[in-house]
């Protein structure tokens, strides 16, 4: 049975059943800090599970795309996978365990005709309804169902916190000739027999923070089962990899490589890499990741450079990943369109990534021959793991790369202390944090336990200043009545004119007034739905759970906001219309004080695009345009030619602001009632902040004016003291940057001549050793280039020489040798020479027989180090 025809009838059996069949949500999660990305088919039903959301409709099914990190290292082998698909089927607060079993029974006993013995399960230990269900109703012998304790059979939560409950698994038995041999051998076993395809997740607990669990407000069913799995049991097969779902990807490799599957186990290992990361990579960039070094772009990142270097090793020199990914679209394009129509940029932002980390590889090579000659030198047979982690660090090297460049030449590498130098940047990062995040944690769990049920109503499109009662209170992380001066908390009203931090748009300031005190807000948060929260502090008196109070905006800083929001939908269309619909939202911030505005774009937007795209905006509030917003469906708003926000969670109603014929997005956000309001534009910084991601900030209103007042004054600044009018400016500038290059290198050049001439004096101080010329000094140079030069004179002077020069520079000691080639052959060696000497000051060098450099952390023992040369040289002409 091939995978399409699996999914077919999956979707169709639950239908059947009065299920709906919901889409695949994002791999990047909406609104879940819990997770970096979408690890299993729940993860868009939790909101539902919670009470916090009302799902449209009881009974659901999906199939839904999945990405789990854990085990990127271990992919290659026979089993391990980073993309998957899950198949998978629902209920909030309908059915139970008794329909979830046996429907799971029905569809793959009968519809997918697997034989029901060589079909186990296994059920918590606890969990006597299930355990007893198996065997009276469905019919199961016990000796084919186990009970299984928490590790084993009990799911969630996905963080540290969420729903969970125990869960009865479904196995295939893959036969004999895969197991251990033990007479225990059964579900749970890791011999790799029993292959488990379905988890049936009875979900009816909320773990706490603290570690308790609570009843959830109804019970859930949360099925789950991979269709690479599934599919490899349909289709006879021994690993997912001979499937449908990755066969074609790996054919197209072979293709490429010259490489079959099959042929060995080292092919076929990266033949299973890349076949997977490709698909990884693909869906990720299609959901709106880009590589970066944290988070979850970070982790494309990490699988994509893998992908590539088993390209390499399958002799792919040059980029292929691209060609793969095109392989990937045509495959699952039926069922994920997006995939296509994004294949142009998903194999931009790949090629991107492949070209730079072909340099990064290139480079990371160099520094490891680098190494490898040090080690040599030294006789050392171990690679540190401080190289290791500086190789991994600063050059993308993957360690298991280190590892086998290693091997090449009969090393090995410290991978323990390459992880306690991870775990040190790891400990340095969290510093501080932790104990935050606990904080953060509880005081969340706070806010939901005492605003649960409560909804507020948002005044704040038409007044800055509502009445309102406090519907709710949370201070030192729990439920109060009363806050007194001095507090901080967290309020809800029954309404509020203050906006919640939403869609880029910072949260509103200002005061919750009462005739018994004040209280003073620093944020506006929306912790759940329907729920808006003022954090802040009792400036004075008290304040009293339903009290009526006064709430007012920061109307000033509100306005500053208005003008930017509005700012910012103004540039993202004159973006759109300069760069192309390529430019879509990948972030943004509005605050009083600036607009920032990050978009897809794989390179610089330049000055002279950046000038048209300022005065595209300009030209727009010039014309003091209305601005408009209007309540309708979210179907007619996108009929109508409104921009909707990739990844962004719409319902049916949504809000749409129109500017007067040239920009229409959907928006929650405050704006202004014309473009006039804004004032001056100024985009004062374009940049990078991620592969494929620009970054556009800019000021409107008073900090346009403020900026521009500045740029005034510098320039008049600049006429007066250089004397020359605005428009001669930049031609001045430039004359002058080219006198101080040149005044530099004379000074350079008066340097190097000072010091060369210390050569004579360096020269006759000279010492023989055994016939050999020993020339060893401290010298005042101002740089290494400097020391080097000096050094090469002393060579070039004596024609046989071993040369030991030191230096203080810029406080630090720095050490040089040079030996001719005639004594590199009688036992002389620089790199030696500078290792034995640099522990005089601190330090370490190395470097080749005929040169090497060294430096250390206490300048004032240079004399002790180049003195001990004289000993040093002596050992090596004797051989000791």
């Known amino acids: 049975m091939n995978s399409a025809e699996i999914r077919r009838r999956f979707i ?69 996978l980073t993309f998957f698909e899950m198949l998978g089927n629902f209920s909030v607060g309908d059915y139970f365990k008794a329909e979830a079993i046996t429907w799971a029974w029905e569809l793959i006993t009968d519809h997918f005709e697997i034989p029901v013995d060589r079909l186990h399960v296994s059920v918590h230990y606890d969990d006597e309804f299930s355990w007893n269900f198996w065997q009276s109703e469905i019919g199961l ?7 299984l304790g928490d590790e084993d059979n009990w799911w969630g939560p996905v963080g540290e916190t969420g729903p969970n409950g125990p869960d009865s698994e479904i196995f295939y038995d893959r036969g004999e000739q895969y197991g251990c041999g033990r007479e225990e051998c059964g579900p749970g076993c890791d011999c790799g027999r029993f292959l488990e395809f379905w988890n049936l997740v009875f979900m009816e607990y909320f773990k706490e923070a603290d570690g308790t669990q609570r009843p959830l407000p109804s019970k859930n069913i949360d099925t789950g089962m991979g269709l690479e799995r599934i599919a490899s049991i349909l289709q006879g097969t021994e ?71 088993h390209g390499r090793l399958l002799g792919l020199e040059k980029p292929f990943l691209s060609s793969v990914a095109r392989r990937v679209a045509a495959e699952f394009g039926e069922h994920y369109p997006d995939l296509t129509g994004q294949l142009s940029r998903i194999q931009k932002v790949i090629d991107h990534e492949e070209a730079h980390f072909s340099q990064t590889l290139a480079t990371g090579i160099d520094r490891f021959e680098a190494v490898l000659e ?19 660090d600063t050059y993308g090297f993957p360690l298991e790369l280190t590892e086998e460049l290693a091997a090449d030449h009969d090393l090995t590498v410290d991978r323990a202390g390459f992880e306690k130098a991870m775990e040190r940047q790891r400990q340095s990062s969290r510093a501080g944090a932790s104990q935050g995040d606990r904080q953060d944690e509880q005081h969340i769990t706070a806010i939901r336990g005492t605003f649960a049920g409560i909804q507020t109503e948002f005044v704040g499109y038409d007044h800055h200043e509502a009445t309102a009662t406090i519907s709710g209170i949370v201070a030192e992380n729990a439920a109060s009545d009363q806050v007194v001066a001095g507090m901080t908390a967290t309020i809800a009203l029954s309404q509020t004119p203050f906006y919640a931090e939403s869609g880029g748009q910072v949260g509103d300031v200002g005061e919750i007034a009462s005739d018994t005190g004040t209280f003073i807000v620093h944020d506006t948060q929306r912790p759940m739905p329907g729920v808006i929260v003022h954090y802040g502090e009792v400036r004075d008196g008290f304040l009293e759970r339903g009290t009526t109070v006064l709430a007012r905006v920061d109307a000033e800083r509100r306005l500053k906001i208005r003008r930017n929001h509005t700012a910012t939908h103004l540039l993202h269309a004159a973006l759109r219309s300069t760069l192309g619909d390529h430019a879509q939202q990948a972030g943004s911030l509005v605050a009083p004080d600036r607009l920032r505005f990050d978009f897809t774009n794989l390179e610089p937007v330049g000055s002279e695009r950046l000038r048209d795209i300022q005065q595209q905006v300009a030209t727009q509030i010039i014309r003091d345009s209305s601005v408009n917003s209007d309540v309708t469906t979210y179907d007619d708003a996108i009929s109508r030619g409104a921009m909707a926000l990739f990844g962004e969670k719409y319902g049916d109603e949504v809000r749409m602001i129109s500017i007067d014929g040239y920009s229409r997005e959907l928006c929650g956000g405050t704006h202004v009632d014309r473009t006039g309001e804004i004032g001056p534009f100024v985009i004062t910084e374009e940049t990078s902040v ?16 403020d900026y521009l007042l500045h740029l005034q004054t510098t320039v008049e600044t600049l006429e007066r003291d250089l004397h020359v009018p605005v428009d001669q400016l930049v031609d001045q500038a430039r004359s002058l940057q080219q006198r101080i290059r040149e005044h530099e290198r004379e000074i350079e050049r008066l340097r190097v001549q000072m010091a060369a001439s210390q050569v004579d004096d360096i ?30 004179r002393c060579r070039d002077k004596l024609g046989s020489a071993v040369i030991v020069l030191g230096a203080d520079i810029d406080d630090r000691p720095a050490l040089l040798a040079i030996v001719t080639k005639d004594l590199v052959e009688r036992g002389v060696h620089a790199g030696k020479l500078i290792g034995e000497i640099a522990s005089h000051v601190g330090g370490k060098g190395g470097g080749r027989p005929e040169m090497a450099q060294g430096g250390g952390t206490d300048a004032s023992k ?19």
Not at 32 to 49: I, R, W
Not at 690 to 705: F, K, L, M, P, Q
């Open 12 to 80: 169709e059996f639950f239908a059947e059943r009065e299920h709906r069949h919901v889409a695949s949500s994002s791999l990047v999660p909406l609104n879940d800090p819990t997770v970096l990305l979408t690890t299993a088919g729940m993860q868009q039903m939790t909101p539902y599970f919670l009470g916090l959301e009302t799902a449209p409709a009881s009974r659901m099914t999906s199939i839904q795309k999945c990405f789990r990190t854990v085990d990127i290292d271990e992919v290659g082998d026979e089993s391990h």
């Open 141 to 147: 012998p016990v000796s084919q169902i186990r009970k």
């Open 862 to 880: 240079i004399s002790d180090a180049v003195g001990a040369a004289q000993n040093a040289v002596r050992q090596q002409l004797s051989g000791s």
């Open 763 to 792: 020269v006759d101080a000279a010492s023989d050793i055994d016939g050999v010329t020993l020339v060893s000094a401290v010298v005042a140079v101002p740089s290494r280039d400097v020391l080097l030069q000096l050094a090469d």
């Open 690 to 705: 991620a592969s494929g991601v620009r970054r556009i900030e800019a000021v409107t209103g008073d900090a346009a004016i």
């Open 239 to 309: 690993t997912v990899f001979e499937t449908d779902l990755y066969m074609p990807i790996i054919q197209h490799v072979s293709e490429l490589t010259g490489v079959n599957y099959g042929e060995s186990e080292r092919g076929d290992m990266s033949l299973r890499v890349i076949a997977d990361h490709a698909r990884a990579v693909t869906f990720l960039i299609s959901d709106g990741v880009f590589p970066g070094n944290e988070g979850r772009s970070y982790v494309l990142r990490r699988v994509l450079r893998r992908a590539v270097r």
């Open 374 to 392: 040090r080690m040599k030198t030294a006789g050392e047979s171990r690679v540190p793991g401080e190289e290791a982690f500086r190789l991994y």
